[in-house]
């Protein structure tokens, strides 16, 4: 099945973008998905990314999966290969096809007159699918299945990864498996008989590079992140794209914090009415002792202000994920942003500042999901992790996740013993007291059954025992702890990347998951002899490493996934002394950020400067 | 004289609160003495409970009882939802809740229907005085229709009655009372705090700064004249019925809690049987057409699963597991990145 693909000297090997056009809820994800697998166990690094519609049946939908020899993830604007199975949308689709590019169809679709290449093959599928072997009633749920057999004939996708794949795909239920392989098998003969594997300018070849490598999207590694960071209580409320944070929980609490003893759960989770009330119940539970997280997204996180304030003001340690997607109001449910940062660095009224982690890969949505726990009760303060829909919801490859390499630091809390110790030894405790000089109080927590332990917690002004207080002066001091307790962070968050190119005079900074497309694009201004250095963002507060990259270069690029510029404009906060070598490099349009574009803007801009 | 203690040896001092702010005669002092009354005498440490609150006169009513306990003033009509999570952490403790009517059926309605139908162990008692207090008298949700106030205007809406949301909503023991009928109060309280579930108790509790006006429901005068006890309340702890005295055969009807402590009814002029949700409904209704007062304990359902025989958790309290018992072992993050494709 290979002996071709060295042959043609025009072949773009592992390279290239194939994209799925579908209509939704037909099950083509179980299709498309194999494809993406059965690449990604031959060794290639691929990404994929879903793009579907705010509905759950009958719109169109698309799945790209990008095959990169140089392990670049972030999206591409055109398709190179287009599986077209959903007549309503050919049209626009093939626009999107780069000339010469392959496309697959069904045949029984009416086509456009003029396509931009030649290379179009409609594909029977209903014949096909009408002589698969197995019975009538099942042919339609494997029908999608031709089309991958095709694909891996065309493009040299060994069918035994692509075998692999199904059975990974139906886990044990070999009956459907096999059906499906049928199918497969059915395309791939097809595609054999039919077509002519010379004239295809893509082909795949297995690499290693992805050897030991994992598959996973950014929701479940937080998920996992979080499960390792003995999460004890979960509360929340449905939400496009931060749901499945917390549906992966279910399925693997039950796995990994069942008591080994007594086979019992040493975590709860609650469906909550409504975002209010999730976070109501993490604030109470966080209150309580118990590490306590929700994940939601925009309008929830809109929902969940004021009690942020008070988890920030009566010093609560809980952790919040937020899975961003296109705002304002309801939006863009299903669409990728970055839109959020601006509200959450300081959501609440009054002045509330918060801690925020910013992951860019799975590895870190597992690593800041254990992570934020520390943070936030080192701390006692809430923890914000900013996702998004593209790094939650899609299959990105990665290192294998890394047990936590510190133990769980679950910061200063005083039990009975300890408050014996302190009573006898004369030290004072107050519950805002700030004993140790560093801003952060000791708490103590319900339960504790020391007469000397116990507090009323509140959201009003409150001196360093608790008690109610509208002094003035009690009031300042408090706030200007809260401050300092605050710049704390600093010290524990997880700091910024950095990586240099030599001689750069520009930078560029992000954060989150366009990530992706700004490595890829340094390397395509490099390449036009722009050399770059860059600096990720990872947390707020902001280190001096950031304010320093400002400094040192001429120019800043602030490439993020918002109509504003967000991260630029809390960079502008920050260090408004070097605000005017900033430049804003943003944009919001519901799909994820692309290399093509951020490289094409700063060349343009860098070409105006020296011009 | 010695100073009198309890059977744990503590005085009712032990019980007391912060100076107590709010104005001399607000009905919702009376409910917190009884509060304090109610856990002197069931001999609870101070200790092992907690207090939760959302924002109001009402709301801030906890601070100046039971001093010696934990406790949480959240935000206004959160209440529930913070006690929830917060039980979590240990499932020993006892929990006291106290709200408004407008921090319970005004901003919280939906919460408080919510922790209704999740049935967590805890007192849930609304100091109801139909007006907002702390922020200088408008209308809440229990403002009865018609009533004018100074700045407001007159009140259009019918209002919200907090026992029938309650049992609308599953909730496993409804009470009415009112903050000028000691002694009734205290024996609901008691029965509330031994009671497996959520125990919703509605007390009238008038606000003598913005609404107490004679002729309306929210006021001393009023409910006094027009109080109907549905049955003489005794609670029996679980200790001391060997001293339960017999009644006549048919007056009395015993209502047993799941720590076999007892509720004792004894009938009045009519019949009444608080385990069926049906004459609960009907008893309400009637109430309120005749407009009239109905005290006493309107529903309980002993036996529903509280909120944490729901989950299957470990025994202990979840605030006190080990780190070790709380992160998976080492081992298993291999097992975890297999499974990862
Ligand atoms: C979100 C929010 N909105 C408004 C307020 C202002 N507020 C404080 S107390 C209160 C009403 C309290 O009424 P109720 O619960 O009946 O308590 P009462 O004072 O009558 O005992 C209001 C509206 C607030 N604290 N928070
Ligand atoms: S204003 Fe009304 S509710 Fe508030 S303390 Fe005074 S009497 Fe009580
Ligand atoms: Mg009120």
């Known amino acids: 099945m290979q002996e071709d693909s060295t042959q043609s000297p025009h072949k773009i090997i592992n390279d290239f973008c194939v994209m799925f056009s579908n209509i939704n809820g037909t099950g083509s994800s179980t299709a498309n998905t194999t494809v993406m697998r059965a690449l990604f166990e031959m060794g290639i690094p691929v990404s994929g990314r879903n793009l579907f519609p705010s509905n759950i049946k009958g719109l169109p939908t698309w799945f790209t999966v990008r095959v990169s020899k140089d392990g670049y993830l972030g999206r591409v604007e055109r398709d190179h290969v287009q599986v077209l199975m959903n007549q309503d949308t050919v049209a626009e689709d093939v626009k999107k096809l780069v000339p010469g590019g392959l496309v697959l169809y069904d045949e029984a679709f009416s086509m456009p007159e003029t396509l931009p290449t030649s290379l179009a093959f409609g594909i029977p599928m209903e014949t096909l699918i009408n002589e698969l072997d197995i019975e009538k009633r099942l042919r339609s749920y494997v029908g999608n299945m031709v089309y991958v057999g095709v694909l891996a004939s065309l493009l040299g996708i060994d069918m035994e990864r692509v075998a692999g794949a199904i059975e990974f795909h139906f886990k044990g239920k070999t009956e459907a498996a096999k059906m499906n392989f049928h199918a497969a098998q059915r395309g791939a003969e097809w595609a054999q008989a039919n077509i002519d594997r010379i004239a295809i300018p893509y082909t795949v070849e297995p690499m290693h590079i992805t050897d030991g490598y994992i598959l996973c999207d950014g929701n479940r590694a937080a998920s996992l992140g979080t499960i390792y960071g003995g999460v004890q209580f979960v509360s929340w409320y449905p939400i496009t794209p931060a749901s499945n944070v917390i549906e992966e929980m279910n399925e693997f609490l039950p796995m990994l914090r069942k008591d080994p003893e007594t086979g019992r759960m040493t975590c709860a989770v609650v469906q909550a009415e409504d975002e209010l009330s999730a976070l109501g119940m993490i604030i109470g539970a966080g209150w309580g002792g118990l590490r306590a997280m929700t994940a939601t997204s925009g309008p929830g996180l809109s929902l969940m202000a004021e009690h942020l304030g008070l988890a920030y003001f009566a010093e609560v340690p809980v952790v919040v994920w937020d899975v961003q997607r296109v705002g304002p109001s309801t939006g863009l449910p299903t669409r990728t942003a970055q839109n959020d940062l601006l509200f959450a660095a300081n959501i609440s009224h009054g002045d509330t500042e918060q801690v925020i982690l910013m992951p860019g890969s799975i590895n870190e949505c597992f690593e800041f999901g254990w992570k934020a726990f520390d943070i936030a009760e080192r701390l006692q303060t809430p923890v914000l992790v900013m996702s998004d829909l593209d790094l939650g919801m899609n299959p990105w490859m990665g290192k294998p996740f890394q047990y936590p390499d510190t133990p769980m630091d679950r910061g200063k809390v005083l039990w009975e013993e300890d408050i014996e110790r302190w009573t006898k030894e004369g030290k004072l405790w107050g519950r805002y007291l700030d004993v140790d000089g560093d801003a952060i109080p000791y708490r103590t927590v319900p339960g504790n059954r020391h007469p000397g332990a116990t507090y009323f917690a509140r959201g009003t002004g409150h001196d360093e025992f608790a008690r109610y207080s509208e002094d003035p002066q009690v009031w300042q001091d408090n706030l200007a702890r809260l401050k300092r307790k605050y710049r704390q962070a600093r010290a524990l968050v997880p700091q910024p990347i950095v990586e240099r190119q030599k001689n750069a005079r520009i930078g560029i900074i992000t954060w989150g998951s366009t990530h992706m497309p700004v490595g890829e694009a340094r390397d395509q201004l490099a390449a036009k002899g722009i050399a770059t250095d860059y600096l990720r963002v990872r947390a707020l507060p902001f280190t001096m490493e950031v304010v320093d990259f400002m400094q040192e270069h001429d120019r800043t690029y602030v490439v993020e996934l918002n109509r504003d510029g967000q991260m630029k404009e809390l960079l502008t906060l920050e260090a408004p002394q070097h605000a005017y070598k900033l430049r804003q490099l943003s944009k919001v349009d519901g799909l994820a950020m692309t290399a093509e574009w951020i490289t094409q803007r700063i060349w343009e801009d860098e070409d105006g400067c020296h011009a | ?341």
Not at chain 2, 245 to 272: M, P, Q
Not at chain 2, 295 to 311: E, H, N, Q
Not at chain 2, 316 to 327: I, K, T, V, Y
């Open chain 2, 1 to 341: 004289m010695p100073d009198e203690t309890n059977d744990i040896g503590l005085e009712r001092a032990d019980y007391q609160g912060s100076p107590n702010t709010l104005c001399k005669g607000c009905g919702h002092n009376a409910i917190i003495g009884q509060i304090m009354s109610a856990c002197y005498e069931l001999n609870l440490r101070p200790e092992e409970i907690v207090r939760y609150s959302g924002i109001g006169c009402s709301s801030k009513a906890p601070t100046y009882m039971l001093k010696r306990s934990f406790g949480f003033n959240g935000l206004h009509g959160r209440m529930p939802s913070l006690a929830l999570g917060a039980m979590f952490a240990d499932r020993t403790l006892t929990n006291i809740g106290m709200s408004g009517d407008g921090d319970t059926a005004s901003i919280g309605i939906g919460q408080f229907k919510h922790i209704c139908r999740r049935n967590p162990p805890m007192l849930y008692i609304v100091g109801n005085n139909g007006v907002y207090g702390l922020t200088k008298g408008q209308f809440s949700a229990t403002t009865e229709a018609g009533v004018s106030f100074k700045r407001q205007g007159t009140s259009r809406y019918l209002p919200v009655d907090i026992c029938m949301e309650a049992l609308a909503s599953n909730a496993s023991f409804v009470a009415r009372s009112f903050a000028g009928d000691p002694k009734q109060l205290r024996q609901l309280i008691k029965a509330a705090l031994r009671h497996q579930g959520i125990s919703v108790i509605d007390v009238i509790s008038p606000c003598v700064s913005f609404y107490n006006f004679a002729k309306n429901l929210h006021s001393y005068e009023y409910a006094r004249e027009h109080e109907i006890p549905l049955h003489e309340l005794e609670f029996v702890p679980t200790d001391h019925q060997i001293m339960i005295k017999d009644f006549e055969a048919g007056t009395v009807r015993n209502v047993k809690l799941h720590d076999d402590s007892i509720i004792r009814l004894k009938k009045l002029d009519k019949e009444y049987d608080p385990t069926s949700r049906w004459q609960a409904f009907k008893v309400l209704e009637e109430a309120e057409e005749h407009h009239q007062l109905v005290t006493g304990l309107i529903y309980v359902d002993p036996d529903i699963p509280s909120t944490f025989d729901r989950y299957d958790l470990v025994e202990e309290p979840l605030n006190r597991l080990g780190n070790g018992r709380l992160r998976p072992p080492r081992e298993s993050i291999d097992q975890i990145n297999q499974m990862m494709l």
